[in-house]
């Protein structure tokens, strides 16, 4: 009973009734939306678990995949993969904030960017394996290959530059800019 919608793939946008402006294509992909609007999925089960949530975008096998939340987009290999309640995130790259659960307001941009984040909100990293290890930490930006590379829960940090912080784990409130810096 949705309108505007276009499904391609076995059992995509399969449990649709109410919905509208929905676009799925791919194995699974949408297949358990209900009521959402504005959504887009394409690839192997992108999307594939969210029921009721509006405008989320996911394109690549396993993006999404396990998202409730709203305005997610996700862009890669397993990208947001394991997300559910995590609001706002966008991860550009192959497993780009792929353990994120509930944490929300993150921006991961490049391959295992974020990876292995849980839990730490307002995150940017920008660069392969930027924040790469940070499970809980906050409040960081990471800008450059490698660079708050280890970091699990320092928050506050700001690294720019190739390896910038890199070996950082923990603390807080620390600035490198440049190559190898800190």
Known sequence: TGT???AVG?????KQTTGHSNTACGYDALGELTTGIQSCAAGYRALAEVTTTNNNTAFGFKALEAHT???GTAVGTRALYLNTSGNN??????????????????????HLALEMNTTGGLNC????????A???GGSNTAC???????????GSNTACGKNALTSN????????VGYDAM
Do not use: K, P, Q, W
Not at 10 to 14: F, G, K, S, V
Not at 125 to 132: K, S, T, Y
Not at 144 to 154: E, K, S
């Open 4 to 6: 505007g919608m276009v």
């Open 10 to 14: 076995y059992a995509a946008l399969i």
């Open 69 to 71: 939340a709203t305005s």
């Open 89 to 110: 995130n966008t991860a550009v790259g192959d497993h780009a904030l792929c353990n994120n659960t509930t944490a929300g307001s993150n921006t991961a941009v490049g």
């Open 125 to 132: 990293a920008i660069g392969a394996e930027a924040l790469e």
């Open 134 to 136: 940070n499970t809980t």
């Open 144 to 154: 450059g290959f490698g660079a708050l590379h280890v970091n699990t829960t320092g």
């Open 169 to 176: 784990t923990t603390a807080t409130g620390n600035t490198a």
